[in-house]
């Protein structure tokens, strides 16, 4: 799957953020695809139970600001791989998920 999207990930992801990224990108390659614009829904648990309900324009601006600088991210990521190796940018962010969960038992 994409990302290594599993149920048990999805609890600490940001899957709005998420969402919106997927499409924004695909909206770009895919014309069939629209982008990220106009009514907008969430859905989600509260309290046990499913809720949905219409996304605010302010929701739907912060996704789309996390969306472009996670794709600026992807970008970054890209051109280290290519011009220092996957491994050392896989051990750059490996150290960073250490330094997290560390921060995260304090």
Known sequence: ?????????SYGLDL??????????????????GPFIGESYYMGLKEGKVELG????EYIKEFKEK?????ELIRKIWRLSDSVG??????????LEKEEQNTDHE
């Open 67 to 71: 969306a472009r600088q996670r794709k």
């Open 54 to 57: 219409v996304m605010g324009e």
């Open 16 to 33: 709005g953020a998420l969402s919106t990224f997927i499409i924004d990108v695909v909206s770009e390659i895919d014309p069939a695809v």
């Open 1 to 9: 799957m994409l990302l290594g999207y599993s149920p048990e990930e």
């Open 86 to 95: 996957e491994q050392k940018v896989a051990t750059k962010i490996e150290e």
